[in-house]
């Protein structure tokens, strides 16, 4: 059973006319759990708002009375590229407030996986800044939230974008281990091979910054020869999954080369890192609504032990020789393992 966290108020949020992260990429998302090969295996999750407290876990209260001012003003920029409306504060803390709750219902054992259908998105969303089309970052609440009390957790980041706002947060955490898989040179010109985390963080940070045309199989080898034996040794007990969707070879603002047969074997690998029926997904980019649709039902499908490849999976293009590098950083140190 897949729980699926979405809300009405997630399509409220109105980042300005034109603006490619539209509320209709949650629509495309539905529809893409409609189609899903477990659409009989998907149960409804009701998100409820993150509380203060547990928003300033990762943001800072002036940042949030900010944002809350600006929305209750009636909206407008907080960044070049982010904006807010009258609604954007309650989608927003609604939004962060779904992965909360996915970890009780999974708790509960209501389900076997989670896909938390959100907007906006979270990933480049600073402790104390909005930006990237993201006021609140959604899968850093849950995270730090779950290593508060105890947990460690895997931070699986395959946006075409730098999760820059979730690297800089657990920087110089030891128990948030984050993994990224992104387009280089790309915004926001973070995710460096050689930004690895800081103090008692070093070596909890692990970038792989891929070129334009990079293929599935360049992601297969980074999980297998190098997440998977990390997973190993720090058996997290929970993954989180910055899901965004638009590494897809028709994705508008982006040049990789995945479809959605790659995110379902790329699904499959994340699924086998984490204890049975603790993997929550976040929806952050995707812009072509086509390929996010397909995308999220090859994506959906796996979460669930399912297979639909509504497009093949890649390979042969560049990207490989970015893991090689990875490795041989690693193997050199610094790291804490
Ligand atoms: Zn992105």
Same mark, same amino acid.
């Given at each position: 059973?897949?729980?699926?966290?979405?809300?009405?108020?997630?399509?409220?949020?109105?980042?300005?006319?034109?603006?490619?992260?539209?509320?209709?990429?949650?629509?495309?998302?539905?529809?893409?759990?409609?189609?899903?090969?477990?659409?009989?295996?998907?149960?409804?999750?009701?998100?409820?708002?993150?509380?203060?407290?547990?928003?300033?876990?990762?943001?800072?209260?002036?940042?949030?009375?900010?944002?809350?001012?600006?929305?209750?003003?009636?909206?407008?920029?907080?960044?070049?590229?982010?904006?807010?409306? /009258?609604?954007?504060?309650?989608?927003? =803390?609604?939004?962060?407030?779904?992965?909360?709750?996915?970890?009780?219902?999974?708790?509960? $054992?209501?389900?076997?996986?989670?896909?938390?259908?959100?907007?906006? @998105?979270?990933?480049?969303?600073?402790?104390?800044?909005?930006?990237?089309?993201?006021? =609140?970052?959604?899968?850093?609440? &849950?995270?730090?939230?779950?290593?508060?009390?105890?947990?460690?957790?895997?931070?699986?980041?395959?946006?075409?974008?730098?999760?820059?706002?979730?690297?800089?947060?657990?920087?110089?955490?030891?128990?948030?281990?984050?993994?990224?898989?992104?387009?280089? @040179?790309? %915004?926001?010109?973070?995710?460096?091979?050689?930004?690895?985390?800081?103090?008692?963080?070093?070596?909890?940070?692990?970038?792989?910054?891929?070129?334009?045309?990079?293929?599935?199989?360049? %992601?297969?080898?980074?999980?297998?020869?190098?997440?998977?034996?990390?997973?190993?040794?720090?058996?997290?007990?929970?993954?989180?999954?910055?899901?965004?969707?638009?590494?897809?070879?028709?994705? /508008?603002?982006?040049?990789?080369?995945?479809?959605?047969?790659?995110?379902?074997?790329? &699904?499959?690998?994340?699924?086998?890192?984490?204890?049975?029926?603790?993997?929550?997904?976040?929806?952050? $980019?995707? %812009?072509?609504?086509?390929?996010?649709?397909?995308?999220?039902?090859?994506?959906?499908?796996?979460?669930?032990?399912?297979?639909?490849?509504?497009? @093949?999976?890649?390979?042969?293009?560049?990207?490989?020789?970015?893991? $090689?590098?990875?490795?041989?950083?690693?193997?050199?140190? @610094?790291?804490?393992?």
């Amino acid at each position: 059973m897949l729980l699926v966290g979405t809300d009405p108020r997630f399509a409220e949020h109105d980042p300005g006319r034109r603006h490619p992260e539209r509320p209709q990429r949650v629509e495309a998302v539905l529809a893409g759990l409609d189609d899903a090969a477990v659409r009989d295996a998907v149960r409804h999750l009701e998100p409820r708002a993150a509380t203060r407290a547990e928003l300033e876990r990762v943001h800072t209260a002036a940042y949030l009375d900010e944002i809350e001012r600006v929305c209750a003003a009636g909206g407008g920029a907080l960044d070049p590229d982010t904006s807010a409306s /009258p609604r954007s504060w309650d989608a927003a =803390i609604h939004a962060a407030g779904a992965g909360l709750e996915a970890v009780a219902a999974l708790e509960r $054992g209501d389900g076997d996986a989670a896909f938390c259908a959100v907007r906006p @998105p979270g990933h480049h969303a600073l402790e104390s800044r909005a930006m990237g089309f993201c006021l =609140i970052n959604n899968v850093a609440v &849950t995270a730090a939230y779950l290593r508060d009390r105890g947990d460690s957790v895997l931070v699986i980041d395959w946006d075409a974008h730098h999760g820059n706002g979730t690297q800089a947060i657990f920087d110089d955490d030891a128990d948030v281990f984050y993994v990224s898989m992104h387009e280089w @040179p790309l %915004y926001p010109g973070t995710g460096r091979i050689d930004e690895i985390g800081s103090g008692p963080g070093a070596g909890a940070t692990l970038n792989f910054p891929f070129p334009a045309g990079t293929t599935g199989d360049a %992601y297969l080898d980074a999980i297998d020869t190098v997440v998977e034996p990390i997973a190993e040794q720090i058996r997290p007990d929970w993954v989180l999954v910055s899901a965004g969707f638009d590494a897809h070879r028709d994705d /508008p603002l982006t040049d990789l080369g995945l479809t959605a047969g790659d995110y379902a074997d790329l &699904t499959a690998r994340v699924l086998a890192l984490a204890p049975a029926r603790r993997v929550i997904a976040f929806l952050e $980019g995707g %812009y072509d609504l086509g390929a996010l649709r397909s995308s999220v039902a090859a994506t959906a499908s796996a979460l669930v032990g399912a297979e639909l490849r509504p497009e @093949p999976a890649t390979s042969g293009g560049p990207g490989r020789a970015v893991v $090689g590098a990875v490795r041989r950083l690693r193997s050199a140190g @610094p790291s804490r393992n």
